[in-house]
C-alpha cells in the first residue's frame, strides 16, 4: 500500500476500556479529522455495537458514520482500506464514507473451510453438511456477492477440482488477500488465484473476528478487491452526487450515513439506483490497473 496512506484507528471493545475512554479516543480523533467513519461486520458482539452508538449519542455527533456491513471480517479490513486511500483523495467525509456501499459490490469475499457444519451466512445443503465429517474434507465457499459453495477435491493444492466446482470470479481486475487460520491448504493460492486471474497476492494475519463469522478456525479466508486508488476515485466520481437536506454533507446515496435522514423524494428520484451499479470503467481482467 502506498506509505502515504493514512492509517486506520482501533476502538477497543466494553471489555478492554471503560466508556470513559473510548469517548475521549474518538473526541480526540473528532478534533484532529473532523469526521469520524467507524466500519464493523454485522457479527460483532451486541455490547461492542452498543458501545459504538453510545458513543456517538454521548457526544450529540453527526459526524460519525457508523456502517454495519454484512461482510466476512476480511472484506471489512478490505473496505476500510480503500476508503483510507480515498480520505487523501478531494473528496468531503460524506462522499468517502458512503462508498463502502458502492465499493462492496466489486469486493468478492470467501475462505476455504474443514467444516460447513456451523457455517449460517451461507446456504449449506444437508448433504454438504454430511460431507463436513468426512475426514479431510474442504469446501470453497464464496459469501459475496453472490452465495456459492463447492466441494474441494482431496489434493492439497485442489488439482482433484472439476472445472464445474469453480468459484465464480470477478469479470475485472483484482489483487488477492488472503488470511490463513488453521486450515492446510493452497488451494486459494495454487488453484483459485490463476483461475480469477489477479494481479497479485497479498497475505495478512486472520482477522480475530473470522472464526466466528464462519463458523470455523479451521479456514483460509480471501477477498479480491480493487487495488489501485484511481480506479476507485474514478468509480466514485461516475456516481451523482447529493446533499443531505438534513445536516448538509454532501454523499452519494439515498441516505445520508451521518445523521440517516433520506434523500427528500425529488432527489431520490433522480439518484442512481446503488442496487445496479455496474462495471464501467473498471478495468477487465489482463487490464493494468494503472
Same mark, same amino acid.
Given at each position: 500500500?502506498?506509505?502515504?496512506?493514512?492509517?486506520?484507528?482501533?476502538?477497543?471493545?466494553?471489555?478492554?476500556?471503560?466508556?470513559?475512554?473510548?469517548?475521549?479516543?474518538?473526541?480526540?480523533?473528532?478534533?484532529?479529522?473532523?469526521?469520524?467513519?467507524?466500519?464493523?461486520?454485522?457479527?460483532?458482539?451486541?455490547?461492542?455495537?452498543?458501545?459504538?452508538?453510545?458513543?456517538?449519542?454521548?457526544?450529540?455527533?453527526?459526524?460519525?458514520?457508523?456502517?454495519?456491513?454484512?461482510?466476512?471480517?476480511?472484506?471489512?479490513?478490505?473496505?476500510?482500506?480503500?476508503?483510507?486511500?480515498?480520505?487523501?483523495?478531494?473528496?468531503?467525509?460524506?462522499?468517502?464514507?458512503?462508498?463502502?456501499?458502492?465499493?462492496?459490490?466489486?469486493?468478492?469475499? &470467501? #475462505?476455504?473451510?474443514?467444516?460447513? !457444519?456451523?457455517?449460517?451466512?451461507?446456504? *449449506?445443503? @444437508?448433504? $454438504?453438511? /454430511?460431507?463436513?465429517?468426512?475426514? &479431510? #474434507?474442504?469446501?470453497?465457499?464464496? !459469501?459475496?456477492?453472490?452465495?456459492?459453495? *463447492?466441494? @474441494?477435491? $482431496?489434493? /492439497?493444492?485442489?488439482?482433484?477440482?472439476?472445472?464445474?466446482?469453480?468459484?465464480?470470479?470477478?469479470?475485472?481486475?483484482?489483487?488477492?488477500?488472503?488470511?490463513?487460520?488453521?486450515?492446510?491448504?493452497?488451494?486459494?493460492?495454487?488453484?483459485?488465484?490463476?483461475?480469477?486471474?489477479?494481479?497479485?497476492?497479498?497475505?495478512?494475519?486472520?482477522?480475530?473476528?473470522?472464526?466466528?463469522?464462519?463458523?470455523?478456525?479451521?479456514?483460509?479466508?480471501?477477498?479480491?478487491?480493487?487495488?489501485?486508488?484511481?480506479?476507485?476515485?474514478?468509480?466514485?466520481?461516475?456516481?451523482?452526487?447529493?446533499?443531505?437536506?438534513?445536516?448538509?454533507?454532501?454523499?452519494?446515496?439515498?441516505?445520508?450515513?451521518?445523521?440517516?435522514?433520506?434523500?427528500?423524494?425529488?432527489?431520490?428520484?433522480?439518484?442512481?439506483?446503488?442496487?445496479?451499479?455496474?462495471?464501467?470503467?473498471?478495468?477487465?481482467?489482463?487490464?493494468?490497473?494503472?
Amino acid at each position: 500500500m502506498d506509505p502515504h496512506t493514512p492509517t486506520a484507528a482501533l476502538l477497543a471493545s466494553p471489555d478492554d476500556a471503560p466508556l470513559e475512554s473510548a469517548l475521549t479516543d474518538i473526541s480526540v480523533l473528532l478534533e484532529q479529522y473532523g469526521y469520524v467513519v467507524a466500519l464493523y461486520p454485522a457479527t460483532i458482539p451486541v455490547a461492542h455495537e452498543r458501545r459504538l452508538h453510545t458513543v456517538r449519542s454521548v457526544l450529540e455527533s453527526n459526524r460519525i458514520a457508523l456502517l454495519k456491513l454484512d461482510l466476512p471480517p476480511l472484506a471489512v479490513a478490505v473496505l476500510v482500506r480503500q476508503l483510507r486511500q480515498l480520505s487523501i483523495c478531494d473528496f468531503g467525509a460524506g462522499i468517502v464514507a458512503s462508498a463502502a456501499r458502492l465499493l462492496s459490490h466489486y469486493v468478492h469475499a &470467501g #475462505a476455504v473451510l474443514h467444516s460447513v !457444519a456451523r457455517l449460517d451466512r451461507v446456504p *449449506v445443503t @444437508l448433504k $454438504s453438511h /454430511a460431507k463436513s465429517w468426512v475426514p &479431510g #474434507a474442504q469446501f470453497g465457499v464464496l !459469501a459475496h456477492p453472490t452465495p456459492e459453495l *463447492v466441494k @474441494l477435491g $482431496s489434493g /492439497a493444492g485442489g488439482a482433484g477440482d472439476l472445472p464445474s466446482q469453480q468459484l465464480t470470479g470477478p469479470d475485472f481486475a483484482t489483487r488477492l488477500v488472503v488470511a490463513k487460520g488453521q486450515a492446510q491448504t493452497d488451494w486459494v493460492t495454487g488453484t483459485l488465484a490463476p483461475q480469477w486471474q489477479v494481479q497479485g497476492v497479498e497475505e495478512v494475519p486472520l482477522p480475530a473476528a473470522s472464526a466466528t463469522w464462519w463458523g470455523t478456525g479451521k479456514l483460509v479466508e480471501f477477498a479480491a478487491f480493487l487495488p489501485d486508488v484511481s480506479i476507485l476515485y474514478q468509480l466514485v466520481s461516475s456516481v451523482r452526487r447529493e446533499v443531505c437536506t438534513w445536516c448538509g454533507i454532501e454523499l452519494i446515496g439515498d441516505v445520508c450515513v451521518f445523521c440517516s435522514a433520506p434523500l427528500a423524494p425529488a432527489a431520490n428520484g433522480r439518484h442512481l439506483d446503488q442496487g445496479q451499479f455496474h462495471h464501467s470503467g473498471v478495468p477487465g481482467r489482463g487490464t493494468p490497473a494503472g
